[in-house]
């Protein structure tokens, strides 16, 4: 089964960048993930910030388009989510997750979710 180990996140203060990072290993050699980042503010519900698709296609959601960026490097199977220019609201634990991956013949499969452990993210204002 494929496992989720993040790394990154940190304190900075408003305006300021962080990285997050989210290997992947594990998992099938037939499987491209759809891996999701999300995250939640203390006394919030978790809420989806961005994704990105077995076939490269990257969405976000939109209080975050501008600022951050989903990107993977498939030399080490580790996801990357470039977050700038954060605000105070955005502090909180951020969650890599996957529950879905493409296999080489072009179908989808899905299980149940696995999730990296978790990132804090702090920011003063």
């Known amino acids: 089964q494929v496992q989720l180990v993040q790394s990154g996140g940190g304190s900075v203060q408003a305006g300021g960048s962080l990285r997050l990072s989210c290997a992947a290993s594990?998992?099938?050699?037939?499987?491209?993930?759809d891996i999701w980042w999300y995250r939640q503010a203390p006394g919030k519900e978790r809420e989806s910030v961005s994704?990105?698709?077995?076939?490269?296609?990257?969405t976000y959601a939109e209080s975050v388009k501008g600022r951050f960026t989903i990107s993977k490097d498939n030399a080490t199977n580790t996801l990357y989510l470039q977050m700038n220019s954060l605000e105070p609201e955005e502090t909180g634990m951020y969650y890599c997750?996957?529950?879905?991956?493409?296999?080489?013949?072009?179908?989808?499969?899905?299980?149940?979710?696995?999730w990296g452990q978790g990132a804090q993210v702090t920011v003063s204002s």
């Open positions: 594990g998992g099938s050699t037939r499987c491209t993930y």
């Open positions: 994704r990105l698709d077995s076939d490269g296609k990257s």
């Open positions: 997750e996957t529950h879905r991956c493409r296999l080489t013949s072009g179908s989808y499969y899905s299980f149940v979710s696995r």
